[in-house]
């Protein structure tokens, strides 16, 4: 309860002048619906005892003016209470969206698209959907049931009493059934976000899957994920609606208590038969608010489940801690001093003992085989990792000390993966960014030699992108793209070159060789190819340095580990 | 886009029931007991102040009625427990069966065109729309018992008091028509709403897909703006659409009220005249209490079927343009008849077919000896780009390399030869005989294809390997060896049963290269088609992986501009602007 609790502080604390307005709002239409039973009872005993049609007519027609003016109220309350909580929720999912997209690369490796997707769309929406009920039902609810227990105490004290008792009883019942339905809730809305999950990876894998012949074993597999949630998603029903079976009794005995506590009181003259039927008409209005608070409580539950997940996220402290410190203008130095990385506590060093640096405005090549610690290289320099040890420096800042949004507005990185949006090309290279005008962009294009690609596109800028339609060469040179437009003073190119064909490289090449300029550039090189257009060679291998220094030196030095893989090589290297 | 007509979504409804009769039979017995219910609640309450004012012979002492209105919740109770099962099973094996037949839909689709939108506009139709179209099952029972407690309530009130009766009902049915023709106005406010809830849910998906370029380019604050403008959109719909609903729910709610305001003006100066008792009272706005929760259901029922019509037309159309039915087709296993559900087992293997092939190995006159593709085209439909009339043959044991500059349409004329994409023009014919569905013809052991950027599932390498194709120990060791995989797998913690995380994330991209390759090894195919597949290998590794590949009894077709491939190269196609510019034999060794 403290959890909500604070989650509604946070979100609708800002909102407090609507709030309050729907309060009033409900205060008054509840006034409205409690009095409508009192008229009927004037209207029963004035008949039963003989008053003039003309005073019975007015008393309906009250009746029907007061019912009607309770409704009219009821809807504008609800209708604040749902731009309230539209409000609120919005703000939920940004900040939920923002926390997340604020963690390092170990807590992404592990969480699928899918997964965060039906946490930040499913979760938020369940909690959304209570929110707007929240104030509208629940509140109007309890205001409804404490105005029938007045109107019921002013009348008799006795029946008060029974009233108010039998309906902290209903509620201690909801109560415990509910908590006793919590599990089984949970473990189906989990089970729910593993399928989705599954399904959202075979929507990315469809071209795989049809290719290598495996459909039948994802049929398999997807059959094994409903075979699993079957049993679960029953009983979670069955919970579910225990809570409501519950209520069914609770009412029925309700009734049971009106009309034995009415046939009392009228027996032992206590009570006119107009009041008697003002007790049982409160008695099956009470089961509105009961129902109500209770159906409230239960989607309170589905919200709990899913606050209890959206906690668990925003708890999720980033390894990576965010710092101050402002990368400088211009090229860019960096330094790795003694790195010590590796992914998983306990597992294999992917950097062992790394130690270089590059001048500000040289470029390096960095060489080894797969799994050699390239990629980790790159990682480290944008901080989606910190080092266990060691520290990486770039500019003359230690990373650990930067703030993110400045080290990584002022260093470019391509990976190897480009990831699109299905969005314009303007888009995809904005990041959505209405600001930037396309005459920039052109530019950008002109430079890297898409121009002509450019104009050959049908709908220029406003193309709509889709990674089937592109192909993986043309998604790097939009990934290059998107680096120039910010002018780092540091290129990380992982690989950047490696799938564009010999005409396109060449294209390529000129447009870099003008972009290097004034850059400090780090080269994640597979090939010999790229080696063509740095000072420096670094190779890795086991995640060590085994040989830095200048490339004409390494390449004249029979000995060096260049050299021999030049030879080995070399059919390669002269033919680009 | 559709041309075909689709049925109405009565069909599709229909088609669930006789997918799960006898759920459905049990959930829907319960509802029609549950929903006539009050009928008794009322004449109840009738005999209680018959009892009290003693102008009629009572039936009932008070001690009875007090034990009858709490025998009737309690065997309600009962019902609604029963239901629950029944319920939760009927609506949980639609579902699946709606999920299944939508998965295998989407992967008979053309392998690099699946989805007509985002994967996350995809799951929320996965999610929402499956679950409102599976709900619009319960309409058909729901809807009869609301017809029953209608006519039955009506008949009792009728034999009550007649003049009353239609005084206050003939007003109220009005006001309900009424009601359900503004709420027919409101579909076009729903749909808006909920496309504003799709392109959210789309931006959220892109989002969680790119996280590492967001990041990478410090973009998270223009990507929130984005959001931020989507959810404002949103809201905005949102709100609409509530405040219309709320109008129209505060009529239907009203009507209980009215009718009871009417049941007192008309029976004013009966009342005193003593022919409409107290008890008739207490009847007839119980049941009017009803009429309202009656009113609100009907809205809700009329409110659902449209839903869940506007939910039946998305799946359909996640369909792309198969027969609508299929949505709906029930499910059959090859031995042992007819299976009624993706959930319920039959003997060992649930799945049928492990592998979509029908053999595992081709028998020989079905072995490659010549392919031959002439006239093929496709254009991308997005941006016009694509092949023109490629024509080429190869030969069992050959190896041809597609090259040509970036945009060439080298990887458009391979997914388009494997039916990845779905040619225009032209045909594939091989051995000489034509490939009619070339998305079900090239699998494996016919032809097995690597992408460029290839995808793996969650879970452990070896399964992302094997993926359902039956291989022994040695087999898969070969496989392993030949994508130069054996020392990447000794550094890995469980070798082969490392757990690869989300998206195989935990692999470099090299890694994730040569685990799709041995996925393509281990099918030991006639034809290997690959495009790129060494990109992201360092140059030894892909020697390596290269002399190892040739090593195999396989024919190749791979897009590639390396010279390492080329020198091997029997036949060279080089692709500019989608069509071949030129092929030269060139076997130098």
């Known amino acids: ?576 | 886009m559709r041309r075909t007509a689709s049925p109405p979504t009565s069909y599709f409804i229909g088609r669930l029931i006789a997918y799960q009769p006898w759920w459905w039979s049990g959930d829907a017995l319960c509802w029609l007991l549950f929903h006539t219910w009050p009928l008794f609640a009322g004449l109840l309450a009738r005999e209680f102040f018959i009892l009290l004012q003693g102008n009629e012979p009572a039936r009932l002492g008070l001690p009875a009625i007090v034990a009858l209105a709490a025998a009737l919740g309690v065997s309600r109770a009962g019902i609604v427990f029963v239901a629950s099962i029944a319920n939760g099973q009927e609506r949980f094996r639609f579902r699946a069966l709606l999920w299944h037949n939508l998965m295998m839909s989407i992967l008979r689709r053309p392998g690099a065109r699946a989805l007509p939108g985002t994967v996350g506009e995809a799951l929320s139709t996965l999610r929402d729309d499956v679950l409102n179209t599976a709900e619009a099952a319960d309409l058909v029972f729901d809807s009869a018992a609301a017809f029953l407690f209608a006519a039955g309530g009506l008949a009792i009130l009728l034999r009550v008091n007649a003049r009353v009766t239609l005084f206050v009902f003939i007003p109220i049915t009005v006001v309900i028509a009424v009601a359900h023709a503004v709420r027919a106005q409101l579909t076009g406010v729903r749909e808006r709403s909920r496309q504003a809830t799709a392109r959210v849910t789309g931006a959220i998906g892109e989002v969680f897909s790119s996280v590492q370029a967001i990041q990478v380019a410090a973009a998270e604050e223009l990507m929130l703006a984005y959001l931020r403008r989507l959810s404002d959109q949103r809201r905005l719909a949102m709100v609409r659409d509530a405040l219309q609903r709320l109008w129209v729910d505060a009529i239907f709610r009203q009507t209980a009220d009215l009718g009871a305001g009417l049941v007192l003006l008309v029976a004013a100066t009966q009342m005193r005249a003593g022919s409409f008792s107290v008890g008739d009272l207490a009847l007839f706005s119980t049941y009017l209490m009803q009429v309202s929760d009656f009113t609100g259901f009907l809205g809700w029922l009329i409110n659902t079927y449209r839903q869940s019509g506007v939910s039946v037309r998305r799946l359909t159309d996640m369909l792309q343009g198969e027969p609508a039915a299929r949505l709906v087709e029930h499910l059959r296993l090859p031995r042992g008849g007819t299976t009624r559900s993706p959930v319920d087992g039959r003997g060992g293997d649930p799945v049928g077919r492990p592998t979509d092939a029908e053999e595992r190995t081709l028998r020989p006159p079905d072995r490659l000896r010549c392919l031959e593709v002439s006239g093929l085209t496709y254009h991308h439909p997005d941006s016009g780009r694509g092949i023109t009339d490629v024509s080429f043959k190869l030969e069992r044991g050959t190896v041809t390399v597609i090259t040509g500059r970036l945009g060439s349409g080298k990887t458009t004329l391979v997914r388009t030869l494997l039916g990845l994409l779905q040619a225009e023009r032209g045909e594939v014919r091989w051995n000489g005989e034509l490939v009619r569905d070339p998305a079900t013809f090239f699998v494996p052991p016919r032809a097995v294809y690597t992408a460029q950027v290839p995808t793996l599932l969650s879970g452990t390498i070896e399964d992302n390997i094997r993926s359902g194709w039956p291989s022994d120990a040695a087999q898969l060791n070969r496989a392993v060896y030949g994508a130069v995989l054996e020392r990447d797998l000794a550094e890995f913690p469980a070798g082969l049963a490392t757990v690869i995380g989300a998206r195989g994330m935990r692999l470099s991209g090299g890694q994730v290269q040569r685990v799709a390759a041995a996925r393509m090894f281990v099918r030991e195919a006639e034809l290997l088609v690959c495009d790129d597949v060494s990109s992201a290998l360092d140059d030894d590794t892909e020697q390596l992986f290269w002399a190892r590949a040739f090593e195999q009894d396989a024919t190749w077709l791979i897009v590639s501009h390396r010279p390492a491939v080329l020198a091997r190269a029997d036949q060279v196609l080089e692709m500019d602007a989608g069509r071949v510019l030129g092929t030269c034999e060139s076997r130098e060794s």
Do not use: C
């Open chain 1, 1 to 576: 309860m403290n959890r909500h609790g604070q989650l509604l502080l946070r979100y609708l604390g800002p909102q407090a002048p609507q709030a309050s307005l729907m309060g009033l709002l409900l205060v008054i239409s509840t006034a409205f619906q409690v009095a409508g039973p009192r008229v009927v009872r004037g209207f029963i005993d004035a008949a039963v005892g003989g008053a003039p049609a003309d005073s019975l007519h007015r008393l309906a027609a009250l009746f029907i003016a007061v019912s009607g003016a309770a409704q009219v109220l009821r809807v504008l309350a609800a209708y604040w209470s749902e731009q309230v909580a539209w409000v609120a929720t919005n703000a939920l999912r940004l900040d939920l969206t923002a926390h997340l997209l604020s963690l390092d690369g170990g807590f992404h490796k592990t969480r699928t698209p899918g997964e965060l997707i039906e946490r930040v769309d499913g979760d938020v929406n369940d909690l959304a959907g209570f929110l707007s009920s929240f104030a509208g039902q629940l509140l109007g609810g309890a205001l409804l049931l404490l105005g029938i227990l007045v109107s019921l105490f002013v009348e008799s004290p006795v029946l008060g009493t029974v009233f108010a008792l039998f309906s902290a009883g209903a509620f201690a019942i909801f109560g415990a059934v509910r908590r006793l339905a919590g599990p089984a809730l949970r473990e189906t809305r989990e089970r729910g976000a593993r399928l989705y999950g599954f399904l959202g990876e075979l929507m990315t894998a469809t071209e795989d899957i049809r290719s290598s012949g495996a459909v039948q074993y994802v049929r398999g597999r997807l059959i094994g994920h409903l075979r699993g949630w079957l049993p679960v998603a029953v009983r979670a029903k069955v919970w579910e609606n225990l809570v409501w079976t519950v209520a069914l009794m609770i009412f029925a005995f309700g009734d049971a208590l009106a009309y034995g506590l009415g046939g009392l009181l009228y027996r032992l003259g206590r009570a006119p038969i107009g009041t008697v039927y003002m007790v049982l008409a409160y008695t099956a209005l009470l089961a509105q608010p009961l129902e109500t608070i209770r159906s409230q409580l239960e989607n309170l539950q589905q919200a709990d489940a899913g606050i209890a997940r959206i906690g668990q996220l925003l708890a999720v402290r980033s390894r990576v801690v965010d710092g101050t410190a402002a990368i400088p203008s211009g090229a860019l130095t960096v330094d790795f001093r003694d790195v010590h990385f590796s992914y998983d506590e306990g597992q294999e060093r992917a950097l062992d003992r790394v130690s270089f640096s590059v001048a500000a405005g040289r470029r390096l090549a960095v060489l080894g085989r797969t799994g050699s610690g390239k990629t980790t290289l790159a990682r480290l320099l944008f901080r989606m990792y910190d080092p266990q040890d060691g520290e990486v420096v770039v500019g003359q800042v230690p990373l650990t000390t930067v703030r993110l949004a400045s080290l990584r507005s002022r260093v470019g990185l391509v990976t190897q993966e480009v990831q699109l949006f299905q969005a314009s090309l303007r888009d995809n290279l904005t990041f959505f960014d209405p600001r930037v005008p396309d005459a920039r962009l052109s530019e950008i294009l002109d430079q890297l030699g898409l121009g002509p690609w450019l104009r050959r596109q049908p709908g220029g800028l406003d193309t709509p992108v889709s990674a089937a339609a592109l192909s993986a060469g043309e998604a790097q040179l939009l990934a290059l793209a998107r680096v120039f437009l910010r002018d780092p003073g540091l290129v990380v190119l992982d690989e950047a070159s490696s799938r564009l064909d010999p005409v396109t490289e060449e294209l390529l090449g000129g447009a870099m060789k003008r972009l290097f300029e004034e850059r400090t550039v780090i080269i994640i090189a597979h090939r010999l190819a790229t080696v063509g257009l740095v000072d420096d060679v670094l190779i890795l291998e086991g995640g060590r340095v085994i040989e830095h220094g200048a490339r004409d030196e390494l390449a004249a030095d029979p000995a060096s580990r260049f050299h021999h893989l030049r030879r080995a090589g070399l059919e390669e290297a002269l033919d680009s």
